[in-house]
C-alpha cells in the first residue's frame, strides 16, 4: 500500500487578516485487491478558511470533495 499527492491550481482569496484557499489535487493509492494489485486515482477539491495570527498564517479548517475516482488494475 503506497500513495502520493499531486497539488496544483492554487487560489487564495484575501481580507484583512482572514482569507479563504481552495486548491485542486490528484491522488493515487495502490493497493491489493481481490484480483492483484490495483491503482485508485481520485481528483480532490480543498477548501479552507485562514486566518492570520501573531505568528503568521494557520488553516482554520478544510473541506475535502472527491470528484472522481476510477479503479482499475495495475
Not at 484575501?14 to 490495483?38: K, P, Q, V
Amino acid at each position: 500500500l503506497s500513495s502520493t499527492h499531486f497539488l496544483g491550481n492554487i487560489f487564495v482569496e484575501l481580507d484583512g487578516d482572514s482569507a479563504r484557499a481552495e486548491s485542486y489535487a490528484i491522488g493515487y493509492l495502490a493497493t491489493r485487491a481481490s484480483d492483484g494489485a490495483a491503482l485508485r486515482m481520485r481528483g480532490l477539491h480543498y477548501r479552507a478558511p485562514l486566518r492570520r495570527a501573531g505568528d503568521g498564517w494557520s488553516t482554520v479548517h478544510r473541506a475535502l470533495t472527491g470528484r472522481c475516482e476510477p479503479l482499475g488494475p495495475v
